[in-house]
């Protein structure tokens, strides 16, 4: 037999033999369930194949609130996905207990990816020392979501306008919150993220405001909560909650996005559930404050889990899915910390739920912004901080106090 | 003026009654407002509270439906519950049996081994069965909800129930099965069985409640979607970012609840009267 | 022994098969579906809590490292977390038992005879008990909202200027103990019911021939019969609330401010959320303690009242 | 050729023995009846026979065969219990046949069985009611309709007619012993009542603390008890026992020889009242009318109270001195560990 032909015969039974092997799946853990989310991950999927055709990429949704320990029962009870999507407050630990892996060799040798497009500042979270432990596919900062009906219904000025004339800070966020109750009865000023501000997003709720005082949460082992711009800060929000009661207190339920809320604030892929709005609706940029304006950045990151058996080919996905053309795709939802992307025409006009020029403020964010806090042992943190919180959001509650006693529970974990 | 021993009765049983409604009142109305509220949008249920909805969306019990798999999570809840009810029925009244009335050296000791797993509480030993599923690879699977509480401490309590029914049976009719020439199995399923239907019925009924409201090992063991039983997927009608969807969450826990009720109001008279029967009274 | 035989039939060598061992190996048998189970799905796993409450383990990483006695000496003497928890799992225990009881014995007496409307109250005490906690508490939760909550709505129409129940920790607690009552109040009303059947009547009528009003009958016969049962019922109910969980992981999540912290909740905690299984083992072991303690105890103050 | 055979036959509980060395033979077609007091032992020994206790030690023979490890069913008895352990989820056919259908007999032979003993026993119109709807005495016949189907070669009844009540009781009793005359099959027969006993055995056994005290048919034990328990088991009202130094002057002048003699027994029943010129005398303490006669309740200087069967409407009152006289070989003499002194006997033929 002729050398090529049995090359070709050995490879097409080869091929015969493995085929079956080939066709291989790799599951995609995800914490969004939303349809317009996951059709663009479907579309990437897709793409995909062209060039892997025997490869199904399945998306497994897993609820939010569940998310960081559905997966770590996943991975522990040995049934792991290949790759999955992690938040930013959690990615330390997860590096810490070893079960990521290190993607930097898979995404150099990727064509076309240009790894140092990615902003610096915006991957600190994700690498450590030469390794890159996640791709952060989504750094969306944090905006103002406000209801104009709300806003023209109490004859106010909405927040872009109020923002064009510079004087979007704290002082005039307080007093819009509280007219905006006012004028519509039965409703609120304002909600905390996913109305979870006292719950599950305590850290999402007051950042923003400790930010623009010019505070922090912990750096370099200290807690920074008791500091007289965080007790500044939370002062104002502790009022606001219960002194004016414009922003939904405790134990109420006031969903922006039923309408019951004037204002939120919230990132742009929630933009999807305003599809079907009943009402007038738009972004901002967070206010200002004594320390300027200080954008806040949740981020989200797609890692490779350490015990995938498949680990090439979820690699070489995690390449594909995050190259510029991809990461232009996801831009809708998920805004990218490629330079490239941030500034071209199409991010701006990415989502068709949003104005460019609201659009813009995103993208300025980004670049500005600032992550929020994590930490490797950010469960346990939380856990220790959870109740303490608990205690500050009451009436009658001291907040300097309170936020002493948050860190002196936090300290030894820091 | 005086009342007759007629009337001062009927008085009486009026202020029964009335203090006895008002008591029902916190059992009652949460029915009441969920079943109203499963009706209900997102808005209105936060609106002001009232139990007749102002438009009946009965599209909510469609979305439930597009939601997530939740004829699926049914089914399972259901499936899972039968066959639980199922083995728990058969190997706790086995054991219940022997332990009643057969003599084999350590049935004693076996008794008081088998007691002391009524104190642990399934929390104590969920870590370790979570690395035994590891290891027999059914994480994710309904293996461990349908063995876990067939052997674990309800299986246990189980095999006691039937353990005092057992004891209570007069012993002479299943010596004239032995003499009628039963094997003891055939004495254990034709005669003692027969005889503990109301044992069988409190157990059975106890079992599948059990089985039906298990929450901590769904929890624990499942983790895709299609896996869920009830309970899990009732916790889980959020939106994307884990706010609730009351409208929904409300529509399905009605779906949930209602027909366990249904079932309850048709067969309540039994399921009493089982519970009084049976030797749950000790 | 063979004189007797002149039927010229042999006697026939014991076989090894006796009766007695026929019964003993049929005894067995019949166990041992359930010995099985029980060993592997039980005992081993409580053996296995053993060996790692004595390591430091990490759920995630999966490492483990023995460390003798320190995770217990942690729960003890070093963090304030684990005696507050009990402190909470005692506050629970302590009034959801007696109110549990309680209403439980009035709602059998009240309902124990046949009679108009006795079906339909049975059946609404005892719904709340064939709903699924999940639904239970999904439904409180929602009522027992600050202002807009169904419960302060009403209290408000009566004048009362109802807590923020579920974000108060002491209001909280008595919210979870509250609806775990109404949850779980119907099961014992069952039992009650039950046991105050199966009491001959006979000595209802001979008090009351002796001239005892229904105080004294229930203070001096029917009580003193139900003695039995109320020990199983308070057994029962005292190890079902230290097992609760669900009910408090979806009320309060254990809060607010570590209020409604129970043990069994911080057990599955420290387990699945800080992934330290060697300290949730620990504290496992510890509850495991209490419980066969408080059981025991019980029913020796039982024997001893009986004695 | 013996139908059932007992050697050394032991039962122990643990560490107490309750059966001590039971030796027996009973022969083909034989009624005995087990008599004695509670705890004694019978129903024990009939439930070893039955294979539903299994046997310490010794022998069990049934049929030629010995049976220490042969279950229960294999043995060749039926047995009618106490309760009568009808199934009360079937009805009384299957009742009936529900041994021949799990030893997997055909349906037609097995309904062609139930009906011959329907017929027997006169159920043929209840063979379709439930058990509870069965008055006591109808149960009991549905039981030993049960038993007779399978023709076992021994039957055992168990206590079967102490669930009755007086009337039923003497009715059936007299049933059995027709089915035992027609049926002709061994018989074994648990009662603590004697009067059950002298009425349907061929041959009484009267067990006490797990011993037989006598074994012989009734005559024999009324006639020439063995010790005093039998003495004052069998016959009723039971027999008077006393000191024998209470009466010996006047026995021994009347010819009755009582050396060795502990204590005398005399039958209620031998006792006559006489003007005077009895042998003994006393004063009547109570006088109960029965019909008949009277049962006078008799205080017997230094020998306690005797009872007396007074015939005739006009008997003595309470208080009257009363002299008694009864036949010497009626007099019943025991030595001091309670034997009977009885002159050698012929046994009476079972």
């Known amino acids: ?414 | 003026m005086e009342l007759t021993i007629r009337q001062a009765a009927i008085v009486k049983k009026l202020c029964w009654t009335l203090a006895l409604s008002v008591v029902a009142v916190p059992f009652l109305f949460p029915f009441l407002w969920m079943i109203s509220s499963a009706f209900k949008n997102a808005n209105e249920i936060f609106g002001q509270p009232s139990l007749i909805p102002d438009v009946w969306r009965w599209r909510n019990f469609v979305e439930v439906f597009e939601y997530q798999p939740f004829a699926r999570q049914y089914f399972n809840s259901i499936y899972i519950a039968v066959l639980v009810t199922g083995l728990t029925l058969i190997l706790s009244s086995l054991a219940g049996y022997a332990l009643a009335r057969m003599r084999f050296a350590g049935a004693g000791l076996l008794m008081l081994f088998l007691l002391s797993a009524l104190m642990v509480p399934e929390e104590v030993t969920i870590v370790p069965n979570f690395f035994l599923m590891k290891w027999l690879g059914a994480m994710d699977t309904h293996i461990p909800l349908v063995l876990l509480p067939v052997f674990g401490p309800h299986g246990v309590m189980a095999t006691f129930l039937m353990r005092q029914y057992f004891v209570s049976l007069p012993k002479e009719l299943e010596e004239a099965g032995k003499m009628d020439g039963l094997s003891r199995l055939g004495v254990w399923w034709k005669i003692a069985l027969p005889m503990s239907r109301p044992a069988l019925a409190a157990v059975a009924i106890i079992t599948f409640l059990f089985s039906w409201n298990l929450f901590l090992e769904p929890l624990v063991f499942l983790s895709s979607i299609e896996n869920f039983t009830l309970p899990l997927a009732l916790s889980n009608f959020t939106d994307p970012y884990g706010s609730p969807l009351w409208h929904l969450q409300l529509a399905a826990t009605s779906l949930a609840v209602v027909p366990i009720l249904i079932v309850y109001l048709i067969a309540q008279r039994q399921i009493i009267e089982s519970f009084a029967m049976s030797g749950v009274k000790g | 022994m063979t004189g007797h035989v002149r039927t010229g039939t042999t006697a026939p060598r014991a076989p090894w098969l006796t009766l007695r061992r026929r019964e003993m190996f049929e005894g067995w048998l019949f166990v041992s579906p359930t010995l099985i189970g029980f060993l592997i799905f039980f005992l081993g796993p409580l053996i296995a809590i053993v060996i790692y409450s004595l390591s430091e383990w990490n759920l995630l990483s999966q490492q483990m490292t023995y460390i003798g006695t320190a995770n217990y000496q942690d729960a003890l003497t070093q963090n304030p977390d684990f005696w507050h928890v009990i402190r909470n799992s005692v506050i629970f225990a302590a009034g959801l038992v007696p109110l549990n009881m309680t209403l439980a014995l009035a709602l059998a007496l009240a309902l124990c005879r046949p009679g108009r409307g006795v079906v339909f109250f049975r059946t609404a005490f005892f719904a709340p008990v064939v709903t699924s906690a999940v639904a239970w508490a999904i439904v409180w939760k929602f009522l027992l909202q600050g202002e807009a909550g169904a419960v302060n709505q009403m209290l408000a129409t009566v004048g009362i200027n109802g807590p923020n129940w579920l974000r108060e920790p002491d209001w909280a607690m008595v919210a979870v103990i509250a609806t775990r009552v109404l949850k779980m109040v119907g099961l014992n009303m069952i039992l009650y019911i039950a046991a105050l059947q199966s009491i001959p009547r006979d000595y209802e009528d001979a008090a009351r021939l002796e001239g005892a009003g229904n105080w004294q009958i229930f203070r001096m016969v029917t009580w003193p019969l139900l003695a039995p049962s109320t020990l199983i019922i308070m057994v029962i109910t005292t190890i079902g609330s230290f097992k609760v969980f669900d009910h408090i992981y979806l009320m309060t999540g254990g809060g607010p401010e570590n209020g409604t912290l129970v043990l069994a909740f911080y057990i599955y905690e420290q387990a699945f959320e800080f992934f330290n299984v060697g300290y949730a083992s620990a504290l496992a072991m510890i509850m495991f303690a209490i419980v066969l303690v408080l059981a025991l105890v019980q029913i020796m103050l039982r024997q001893k009242g009986s004695a | 050729m013996s139908s059932l055979k007992l050697r050394n036959v032991t039962k122990t509980f643990g560490k107490t023995k309750v059966i001590h060395g039971i030796d027996l033979d009973v022969l083909e077609g034989e009624f005995v009846v087990f008599v004695g007091p509670s705890g004694c032992g019978k129903s024990t020994l009939l439930r070893m026979i039955a294979g539903l206790e299994d046997i310490s030690g010794g022998e069990l023979w049934i049929g030629g065969r010995q049976v220490n490890e042969v279950q229960a069913a294999r043995r060749g008895v039926a047995m009618v219990f106490q309760s009568y352990a009808l199934y009360p989820h079937l009805t009384v056919r299957q009742n009936m046949g529900f041994g021949l259908k799990v030893r997997k007999e055909k349906p037609d032979s097995i309904a062609r069985k139930v009906d011959e003993a329907a017929m027997t026993l006169q159920l043929e119109k209840l063979l379709d009611r439930y058990p509870r709807e069965l008055s006591g005495g109808q149960r009991q016949r549905v039981a030993i309709g049960r038993a007779i189907v399978g023709d076992p070669k021994v039957f055992l009844f168990d206590e079967p007619l102490s669930n009755l009540d007086a009337e039923l009781r003497v009715h059936m009793r007299a049933e059995i012993a027709s089915l035992h005359r027609r049926l002709e099959n061994t018989m074994i027969y648990v009662t603590h009542d004697q009067i059950e006993a002298m009425t349907l055995a061929d041959r009484i056994v009267v067990l006490r603390d797990g011993r037989i005290e006598q074994v012989g048919n009734p005559k024999e034990l009324y006639a020439h008890p063995d010790n005093i328990f039998v003495a004052q088991f069998i016959g009723s009202p039971k027999m008077n026992i006393c000191s024998a130094d209470a009466f010996a002057p006047e026995l021994t002048r009347a010819g009755i020889p009582m050396e060795g003699v502990a204590q005398i027994g005399l039958r209620p029943e031998h006792l006559r009242i006489v003007p005077d010129g009895g042998l003994i005398k006393g004063q009547v303490a109570l006088s109960e009318y029965t019909g008949g006669g009277s049962l006078l309740h008799v205080e017997m200087e230094g020998a306690g109270r005797f009872l007396v069967l007074s015939e005739g409407q006009e008997g003595p009152q309470p208080g009257d001195e009363v002299q008694l006289d009864f036949d010497t070989a009626n007099l019943h003499r025991f030595d001091a560990e309670g034997r009977s002194l009885q002159a050698a006997r012929e046994p009476v033929p079972a």
């Open chain 1, 1 to 414: 037999m002729h050398p090529r032909r049995l090359a070709a015969t050995t490879l097409a039974a080869m091929t015969f033999i493995t085929a079956p092997l080939a066709a291989e799946e790799l599951r995609f853990t995800l914490w969004t369930g939303n349809d317009a989310h996951l059709a663009i991950f479907n579309e990437i999927a897709k793409g995909f194949t062209e060039t892997h055709p025997d490869v199904t990429v399945s998306f497994e949704s897993i609820p939010a609130a569940d998310y960081t320990q559905k997966l770590t029962f996943q991975l522990a009870g040995g049934n792991p996905p290949d790759l999955g999507w992690m938040f930013e407050d959690v990615i330390p630990g997860f590096v810490e207990a070893g079960v990521v892996e290190d993607l930097r060799p898979a995404l150099e040798a990727a064509e076309g990816y240009e790894l140092e497009d990615f902003s610096e500042p915006a991957m600190a979270l994700w690498s450590e020392k030469d390794a890159i432990h996640g791709v952060p596919f989504s750094t969306s900062p944090f905006m103002i979501y406000y209801n104009k009906d709300m806003f023209d219904a109490a004859g106010l000025e909405t927040p872009p306008e109020l923002a064009g004339k510079g004087e979007w800070d704290m002082e005039k966020f307080r007093e819009v919150a509280m007219a905006l109750a006012e004028a519509n009865s039965g409703k609120w000023g304002f909600e905390f993220k996913d109305g979870q501000g006292y719950d599950s997003r305590i850290l999402h709720a007051i950042m923003p405001a400790i930010r623009v005082y010019g505070g922090y949460a912990w750096r370099d082992g200290d807690c920074g909560f008791d500091e007289p711009e965080a007790v500044e800060a939370i002062t104002q929000l502790h009022d606001m909650v219960f002194k004016d009661k414009s922003i939904v207190p405790p134990g109420e339920q006031g969903d922006f996005f039923s309408g019951n809320s004037a204002m939120t604030v919230n990132q742009i892929s929630r933009a999807s559930l305003l599809a079907d709005a009943d009402f007038e609706w738009g972004i901002a940029p967070l206010p200002t404050g004594p320390a300027g304006a200080s954008p806040i950045i949740g981020q989200a990151g797609i890692v490779v889990f350490s015990q995938s058996k498949k680990q090439e080919l979820a690699q070489e996905f995690v390449a594909y899915m995050t190259n510029p053309e991809n990461s232009e795709l996801m831009a809708e939802f998920f805004p990218p910390a490629r330079h490239s992307v941030l500034q071209s025409d199409t991010f701006v006009a990415a989502n068709e739920l949003i104005p460019s020029e609201q659009m813009a403020y995103v993208g300025k964010a980004i670049e500005e912004g600032h992550v929020l806090p994590s930490h490797p042992r950010y469960a346990q943190i939380y856990a220790a901080m959870k109740p303490r919180m608990d205690a500050l959001w009451r009436a009658d509650a001291d907040v300097q106090t309170s936020l002493e006693a948050v860190c002196t529970a936090i300290e030894d974990q820091l």
